[in-house]
């Protein structure tokens, strides 16, 4: 299966899919990119905007998985008056409501699969999504209700978060030396094991297909 990994960070939902599908990872941040290809060597690794990549490569892929910045519109926005105030970044609801709209109608542009991820937001979410847990998903196909009993939501701030951050995600992050702190790269990383359960049900899905298609003819 060909699988677009936008916006890649160091690979946090990606880390437990294994090396048999064809994977191209684009991430902005050049030193981001070169860890994630140290990771994960087999995949094929773009330094590029995400979002400009999305619409013109979005046909070329089976499966997608966008995780826009989320700063602007996480719920710290709401309480901590520190932070500066932000109009919320559009391009989530821009690259959502693109992918709605290809995968629709008898011959859809887009035949494949997506998942845009995010923050519960601390305003009402402007698309209807699926939360699980900490984030929300916007997706053309349903999601388990559980996705991990992992908790990251345990780990709280502080002198050990950092620590926490590493073994949760089983990564040091200190071996980043980029100009993004390493608290706000570690807390991007989604749960490997969520990634897991997402992917293997749009395997699922897939083998159903494709075996409603043989038994058609």
Same mark, same amino acid.
């Given at each position: 299966m060909k699988i677009l990994n936008l916006y890649a960070c160091l690979g946090g939902n990606r880390y437990k899919w294994g090396d048999e599908h064809e994977i191209t990872a684009v991430e902005w941040d /050049? /030193? &981001?990119a070169k860890l994630y290809q140290e990771r994960f060597p087999n995949d094929k690794v773009i330094v590029a905007d995400a979002h400009q990549y999305l619409l013109d490569? =979005? *046909?070329e892929f089976d499966f997608i998985w966008s995780s826009p910045p989320c700063p602007t519109h996480s719920r710290a926005r709401g309480w901590n008056t520190k932070l500066e105030t932000k109009y919320p970044d559009m391009k989530l609801y821009e690259e959502i409501i693109m &992918? /709605?709209?290809v995968s629709k109608g008898e011959n859809p542009r887009f035949k494949g699969k997506y998942v845009v991820e995010n923050v #519960?937001?601390?305003y009402q979410p402007l698309i209807i999504a699926q939360k699980r847990n900490r984030h929300m998903y916007w997706t053309n196909f349903k999601l388990p209700n559980i996705l991990s009993y992992r908790e990251q939501? *345990? #780990? +709280? +701030?502080g002198l050990n978060e950092i620590k926490k951050l590493c073994e949760f995600?089983? =990564?040091d992050f200190r071996q980043y030396k980029g100009k993004q702190s390493v608290q706000k790269v570690a807390r991007n990383l989604v749960d490997y094991e969520a990634g897991k359960t997402i992917l293997d049900t749009v395997m699922g899905i897939r083998r159903k297909e494709n075996i409603n298609q043989i038994e058609l003819f």
């Open positions: /050049e /030193e &981001l490569h =979005y *046909k &992918l /709605e709209t #519960i937001p601390y939501a *345990k #780990i +709280s +701030s995600h089983d =990564y």
